[in-house]
């Protein structure tokens, strides 16, 4: 819902403010929306249990949602890095309205709050795909503040009407990077990248503990979800 709304304040405050850079947010906070239904499907199917056709329970689903969101990360920073360019080139300039700064301003704090309270219902729950959500409304959060330095500097100084531009840049740097190791950490788990090595000692050590085990050898283990 906190999403939804974003969307249309958003894309409203940057239409009528005349910011480029609020309403290229309102589609990032788009992608949160459309990021959100993914994790919601992947939770919903990924903490099914075994069944006749699915051995080893369905954990791989919550892997694939958080790959989804990590793609989707990637993309939006690409989209906003390549309209940030084109402004620069072009020397588009326009100064935004106040109103621009006031929505950039309740987004930050709206997201940052909605980073925490799913980052730590993620940690609570072990969901993979739920923590990296919460990433995604981290870097939302981000670009909002790239957004407000943007407008900010613009109503100080005509002279600097690109900077949310540059600002924008800078911030997707961090949004790609996310979305980059997302993707690396969930492509691992489904072609069963072995866990290292302390994990493997653990084991080791639990299994040698065991009454009558006599020796321990080729240990083999692989992730499922967070399993």
């Not at 239409?15 to 992947?42: E, K, N, P, Y």
């Not at 990296?132 to 005509?158: E, F, K, Y």
Request: proline content about 1%.
């Amino acid at each position: 819902m906190v999403n939804i709304l974003l969307v249309i304040v958003k894309v409203w405050a940057g239409v009528v403010g005349r910011s480029q850079a609020l309403l290229a947010d309102g589609i990032h906070s788009l992608s949160d929306l459309f990021s959100d239904f993914v994790v919601m499907l992947g939770l919903k199917w990924g903490r099914k249990g075994e069944d006749e056709d699915h051995h080893f329970g369905h954990a791989r689903i919550e892997t694939i949602s958080s790959m989804i969101v990590g793609i989707l990360l990637v993309a939006t920073a690409l989209g906003l890095a390549w309209n940030a360019v084109v402004n620069i080139q072009h020397h588009e300039e326009s100064i935004p309205g106040t109103v621009t700064i006031v929505v950039a301003f309740v987004s930050i704090i709206l997201k940052e709050g909605m980073y925490w309270y799913t980052r730590i219902v993620g940690e609570k729950i072990r969901s993979l795909a739920l923590l990296s959500n919460a990433w995604h409304h981290r870097t939302d959060a981000l670009s909002s503040i790239a957004v407000l330095i943007g407008v900010a500097a613009a109503n100080i100084n005509p002279a600097w009407s690109i900077a949310d531009s540059v600002a924008a840049i800078v911030v997707t740097w961090f949004i790609a990077r996310v979305g980059i190791s997302l993707i690396w950490n969930a492509f691992r788990e489904v072609v069963d990248t072995a866990p290292d090595r302390k994990v493997l000692d653990r084991l080791s050590s639990l299994a040698s503990g065991v009454d009558g085990v006599r020796q321990v050898h080729d240990i083999r283990a692989r992730y499922s979800g967070t399993q």
